[in-house]
């Protein structure tokens, strides 16, 4: 059964700092990238950082210098570390976890979502 544990969420001041994690299932963590997500309330989910097997990474602009994402493999667990937050970086973020090869998606899973909120 394929997991995508998320923690880390919560409530932080701008120019906080926050850390999610998210354990995954050892049988699809090292074969593909896993990403973080997020989605605010009226917006489309988009993409905020991933992390290919190899270690290749991939950051929206929006967030570059701020985030950072890296993977623990013995702990099958992917990290994405958040610095001077802002309030627009409130939203719920997702765990992704997925294999696409030559066109073919081999798997595609989400987590269940942890909220970040950025207020004073």
């Known amino acids: 059964q394929v997991q995508l544990v998320e923690s880390g969420g919560g409530l932080v001041q701008p120019g906080g700092s926050l850390r999610l994690s998210c354990a995954a299932s050892?049988?699809?963590?090292?074969?593909?990238?896993m990403g973080w997500y997020r989605q605010a309330p009226g917006k489309q989910r988009e993409l905020v950082a991933a992390?290919?097997?190899?270690?290749?990474?991939n950051y929206a602009d929006s967030v570059k210098g701020r985030f950072t994402i890296w993977r623990d493999n013995p702990k099958n667990t992917v990290y994405l570390q958040m610095n001077s937050l802002k309030p627009e970086d409130t939203a719920v973020y997702y765990c992704n976890a997925r294999r696409i090869v030559s066109g073919t998606t081999h798997y595609n899973y989400w987590g269940q979502g942890t909220q970040v909120t950025v207020s004073s």
């Open positions: 050892k049988s699809i963590f090292s074969s593909g990238s």
């Open positions: 992390i290919s097997s190899g270690g290749s990474t």
